[in-house]
Structure formats: structure tokens, C-alpha cells
């Protein structure tokens, strides 16, 4: 089993910037893990994309954070971070940590969440 654990989040005015962590962690070895991101749920609305960035540091932005959203990974530390630009009310959401393909002594391609962060933007 491999459980991430996040930190980070809270409350900010728009404008302002905020800085997310997540750190994976299992009862045996993380071999590898080929994904890890964030998605975000808002009131009402579906699960969706932030960003995820793959083992070799290739990264998928969603359009409405490009420019805003930083992801970085460290893989010896099996841990993703991202910043938080420029943010506004629309990033008001809870954030989920994911990682996908995840390698370990007892799993094999299995994929994890987070149990989420909340971020909330407004004046």
C-alpha cells in the first residue's frame, strides 16, 4: 500500500501565490513511479486535470494554469511539488495528489490519490 501525503494549501487573496507538496510513501520500497500531479475538485463540479508530470520530468498543464502552475518532482524523495501563481477565485478547489504506475514491492501499475487539500481564493 502506498499512501500521499500532502501539505500545504489554505486561504489566499487573487493575486497571491500558494505552494502545494505531496510525498509518497509505502510499507515496503517505492521502486519507481511513473506519474505524479494534481487534480482538483470545485463544488458541483467534477474531478479534473491540474497537472501531471511524468518519472522522466515531462510535464501536462491544463490550459487555465499554463503560465500560473509550476510542477516539480523529486524522485529520490518521491515527492511532487507545485506552485501557485497568480492565482484566482476559478483555482478555489480541493487539490488531490495522484500518482500512477506505481511500482512497488507488493504493487505493480497501481494508482493512488491523495485525500485532498483545500485551496480557497478570495478577496
Known amino acids: 500500500q502506498v499512501h500521499l501525503v500532502e501539505s500545504g494549501g489554505g486561504s489566499v487573496q487573487p493575486g497571491e501565490s500558494l505552494g502545494l507538496s505531496c510525498a509518497a510513501s509505502?510499507?515496503?520500497?517505492?521502486?519507481?513511479?511513473?506519474?505524479m500531479g494534481w487534480y482538483r475538485q470545485a463544488p458541483g463540479n467534477q474531478r479534473e486535470l491540474v497537472v501531471t508530470?511524468?518519472?522522466?520530468?515531462?510535464?501536462n498543464y491544463a490550459d487555465s494554469v499554463k503560465g500560473r502552475f509550476t510542477i516539480s518532482r523529486d524522485n529520490a524523495k518521491n515527492t511532487v511539488y507545485l506552485q501557485m501563481n497568480s492565482l484566482k477565485p476559478e483555482d478555489t478547489a480541493v487539490y488531490y495528489c495522484?500518482?500512477?504506475?506505481?511500482?512497488?514491492?507488493?504493487?505493480?501499475?497501481?494508482?493512488?490519490w491523495g485525500q485532498g487539500t483545500q485551496v480557497t481564493v478570495s478577496s
Open positions: 495522484n500518482a500512477q504506475n506505481v511500482y512497488t514491492e507488493s504493487t505493480s501499475g497501481d494508482t493512488f
Open positions: 509505502g510499507t515496503g520500497t517505492i521502486i519507481r513511479i511513473g506519474a
Open positions: 508530470i511524468r518519472y522522466s520530468g515531462r510535464s
